[in-house]
């Protein structure tokens, strides 16, 4: 395994989780939905909107804590609220305020001088910026600031330039803002996202290997951090791309200088095939999204993929119980009906007949009828069989919740979002187990036969590829 893979693998662990996508989005349509219905008498969650900061431009990565909205306010609130007598840029975020209020009643919501602020409990904040559409495809916002004033911005512009940089490198660009972010948090980095995409912007657009793959990725490392030392300790300003606006910033260039020093003795360390001590230099770096064994990956990947088998078995062993329990339901069914026609045709043989054999057959039927039906009650066929299905139904939701899961991680969520899901099934399971009726050996024959396997708790690759999908089986994959 190659640097190309452990870079790829610290990427793909640095990209927000489909569950932090999904929760960002449900905000966002309820905010969204208020504003409209209040301030547009609109019936939508998604007119009007877009993101903007770091998630905007894709190059948050899962620690981030402000979620960044623009709202494009209609034009008539403009007019309305630029007459005001006063601050009235207070006023018009007052009034924004109060709208999403009545989404969020028990959030914390306040004004910071241009924003409407939104923090929830689970520590994420969304900053709502409520701004009109200029004649310079721009936006005008209010600032509440020093008695009120209305300023302009040109996020689109921003994001697009940003957006073109990207493709045109490879997909680099965004990767090397992600990156820069987890070096920041892990080494307490006086940075804002708006300064490293920036800086980021500016670096790779003249770096000779800019649209290369994840192989070159530790050059980049270093390229970047000897680039950001140099930037001169006295400027207090860089250029937004698209826009031209002042990002301001400074104090990085001393951690920027050690990062430098510390990717060139990795980079040393892996041409003397010191893997292991290189990835611990980067891992210092980016923090622990880089593993330092990929193994911590594939054996986790192992253990959901034996936990996929071991419910896969289980589920449709109890299907299969549950079927021999409806066929034995419906043969004891059918016997107590022959039971009972041959028992009345005895009995009308001993009453009409001048022979007593008709008495003693009617007696021996009925005394086997009397055993079907005490067994019948006594062990409860439908009944269990039903049981039987509830717990296969169950374990089916599980299964399918694994087998999400799988996809999930190769797909690139973070590895603590899949450990999290993994322990909430794993402790599901333990439930489910615990409650299940006992099954038998004949049961679980047919269900070996079933998913065509004949082992009873050990799962081979070659025995998991025959239940998971094609795209899940495992095999080398092309850096």
Same mark, same amino acid.
């Given at each position: 395994m190659g640097v190309g893979e452990w870079f790829q693998g610290f990427c793909g662990n640095i990209r927000i989780g489909a569950n932090e996508r999904g929760s960002f989005a449900y905000r966002t349509g309820r905010i969204v939905g208020?504003?409209?219905?209040?301030?547009?008498?609109?019936?939508?969650? %998604?007119?009007?909107?877009?993101?903007?900061?770091?998630?905007? &431009?894709?190059t948050a990565i899962p620690s981030v804590s402000d979620v960044d909205l623009l709202y494009e306010l209609p034009a008539v609130l403009y007019e309305r609220f630029d007459k005001y007598q006063g601050n009235g840029q207070s006023a018009l975020l007052a009034h924004v305020r109060t709208s999403i209020q009545q989404t969020y009643p028990t959030s914390k919501i306040g004004g910071d001088g241009q924003v409407v602020v939104i923090a929830f409990n689970d520590g994420v904040t969304f900053e709502v910026l409520p701004a009109f559409l200029n004649k310079a495809d721009g936006y005008t916002f209010a600032d509440s600031n020093g008695g009120g004033s209305w300023r302009?911005?040109?996020?689109? #512009?921003?994001?697009?330039?940003?957006? %073109?940089? =990207?493709? @045109?490198?490879?997909?680099?660009?965004v990767e090397l803002a992600r990156m820069t972010r987890a070096w920041r948090d892990q080494n307490n980095v006086p940075m804002s996202g708006m300064l490293i995409d920036t800086l980021a912007y500016q670096f790779i657009g003249a770096w000779q290997y800019r649209d290369k793959s994840y192989v070159y990725y530790d050059w980049m490392t270093r390229d970047f951090f000897e680039f950001l @030392?140099?930037? =001169? %300790?006295? #400027?207090?300003?860089?250029? @937004?791309?698209?826009?031209?606006?002042?990002?301001?910033?400074?104090?990085? #260039?001393?951690?920027? &200088?050690?990062?430098? *020093? &510390?990717?060139?003795?990795?980079? $040393?360390?892996? #041409?003397?095939?010191y893997d292991y001590t290189a990835k611990q230099i980067y891992r210092g770096l980016y923090g622990s999204a880089f593993l330092v064994s990929q193994t911590l990956t594939s054996a986790l990947d192992s253990q959901l993929r034996e936990m996929y088998g071991r419910a896969a078995y289980t589920h449709k062993t109890h299907q299969k119980m549950a079927d021999n329990y409806v066929a034995r339901y419906k043969r004891i069914k059918i016997a107590e009906i022959v039971l009972s026609a @041959? %028992?009345?045709?005895?009995?009308?043989?001993?009453?009409?007949? $001048?022979?007593?054999?008709?008495?003693?057959?009617?007696?021996? *039927?009925?005394?086997?009828?009397?055993?079907?039906?005490?067994?019948?009650?006594?062990?409860? *066929?439908?009944e269990q069989g039903q049981l039987h299905t509830e717990v296969g139904a169950k374990l089916w939701g599980a299964r399918e919740a694994l087998l999400s899961l799988l996809v999930d991680l190769q797909d690139g969520r973070s590895m603590d979002e899949v450990r999290r899901e993994r322990d909430r099934l794993n402790a599901a399971l333990e439930d489910i187990y615990k409650a299940a009726p006992r099954t038998n050996a004949k049961a679980y024959a047919a269900a070996q036969k079933a998913l065509k396997d004949s082992e009873e708790l050990f799962f081979t690759d070659e025995e998991l590829n025959k239940m998971l999908p094609k795209q899940l089986s495992t095999k080398q994959k092309q850096l």
């Open positions: 208020q504003l409209n219905a209040d301030l547009r008498s609109l019936a939508s969650k %998604t007119s009007y909107r877009f993101y903007v900061g770091s998630y905007g &431009r894709s302009t911005c040109q996020p689109k #512009q921003e994001m697009a330039a940003f957006s %073109t940089r =990207n493709s @045109a490198c490879n997909g680099n660009l @030392a140099g930037q =001169n %300790t006295t #400027q207090t300003y860089w250029s @937004a791309p698209g826009s031209g606006s002042r990002v301001y910033g400074s104090g990085f #260039q001393y951690k920027a &200088r050690q990062g430098e *020093l &510390r990717t060139r003795e990795a980079i $040393d360390n892996q #041409q003397h095939k @041959a %028992t009345a045709s005895s009995l009308l043989i001993a009453i009409f007949g $001048d022979k007593p054999i008709g008495t003693i057959i009617g007696a021996i *039927l009925s005394a086997i009828l009397l055993g079907f039906t005490l067994y019948f009650k006594e062990a409860s *066929l439908g």
